[in-house]
Nanobody, 126 residues
Framework: QVQLAESGGGLVQAGGSLRLSCVAS????????MGWFRQAPGKEREFVAL?????????YYADAVKGRFTISRDNAKNTMYLQMNRLKPEDTALYLC??????????????????WGQGTQVTVSS
């Protein structure tokens, strides 16, 4: 089992930037497909981005963040990042990182992920 811990959230004005980090322990992050999800109050958890395992792993983004967010990983530090630029008020949510442990369905579905962090809050003011 892998333990995940997010950090880097905060309050930012619209148009600003934040970089989130997800540190993994208990398992090598490089061998796992790793994703970011977010959950706004009263809404379902939704997919944000995914980076496949290994060096040069494929990357996937939700349409809502494509061109503004960048997912990356530093395997030496066992850490994954989410660089968020040109933030909008609708990006306000709790952001969680997750490890994909199941391959029985779509990579965009939360049930494919078996380890989750506690999340870090991102609030974007207008």
């Amino acid at each position: 089992q892998v333990q995940l811990a997010e950090s880097g959230g905060g309050l930012v004005q619209a148009g600003g930037s934040l970089r989130l980090s997800c540190v993994a322990s208990g398992r090598t992050l490089s061998s796992s497909d790793m994703g970011w999800f977010r959950q706004a109050p009263g809404k379902e958890r939704e997919f944000v981005a995914l980076i496949d395992a290994g060096t040069g792993g494929r990357i996937y983004y939700a349409d809502a963040v494509k061109g503004r967010f960048t997912i990356s990983r530093d395997n030496a530090k066992n850490t994954m990042y989410l660089q968020m630029n040109r933030l909008k008020p609708e990006d306000t949510a709790l952001y969680l990182c997750a490890r994909r442990g199941r391959y029985t369905g779509s990579r965009y579905n939360t049930d494919q992920y078996d380890s989750w962090g506690q999340g870090t809050q991102v609030t974007v003011s207008s």
